[in-house]
C-alpha cells in the first residue's frame, strides 16, 4: 500500500504561481505512476498531468504551457508548479499513484488552492 499527503495550496491572487507537493509513503518502490487531478465541487474529478517513475510527463491540453510536474524519487515526491493562475483554477487538488502489477489507484486527501480575481 502507498500513503499520499498533498500539500502547498492555499490563496494566491490570479496571476500569481504555487507549487504543489505529494509525498508518498509505504511500499513506494512498486509505484508505476504518479498524477495530479484537480475537482470542483459537484464536478468530477479532471486529469492535470501525469508523470512516470522514469519522470516521463504528460499534460492535459487546457493546463500546457502553465504548468510543470517534476519528481524528486529520492523523497518519493512529486511537484506540481503552476503558473499564470486564474480564478477558475480554483479547485482541490488531488495526487494519485498507480501502484504493482495490478496498477492499484491510490489518491491522496487533497489540498485546496483557491485564486482570488
Known amino acids: 500500500q502507498v500513503q499520499l499527503v498533498e500539500s502547498g495550496g492555499g490563496l494566491v491572487q490570479a496571476g500569481g504561481s504555487l507549487r504543489l507537493s505529494c509525498a508518498a509513503s509505504?511500499?513506494?518502490?512498486?509505484?508505476?505512476?504518479m498524477g495530479w487531478y484537480r475537482q470542483a465541487p459537484g464536478k468530477q474529478r479532471e486529469l492535470i498531468a501525469t508523470?512516470?517513475?522514469?519522470?516521463?510527463?504528460n499534460y492535459a491540453d487546457y493546463v500546457k504551457g502553465r504548468v510543470n510536474s517534476s519528481r524528486d524519487n529520492a523523497k518519493n515526491t512529486v511537484y506540481l508548479q503552476m503558473n499564470s493562475l486564474k480564478h477558475e483554477d480554483t479547485d482541490v487538488y488531488y495526487c494519485?499513484?498507480?501502484?504493482?502489477?495490478?496498477?492499484?489507484?491510490?489518491w491522496g486527501p487533497g489540498t485546496q488552492v483557491i485564486v482570488s480575481s
Open positions: 494519485n499513484v498507480v501502484w504493482g502489477v495490478k496498477k492499484k489507484t491510490y
Open positions: 509505504g511500499s513506494t518502490s512498486s509505484i508505476k505512476a
Open positions: 508523470i512516470t517513475n522514469r519522470g516521463n510527463t
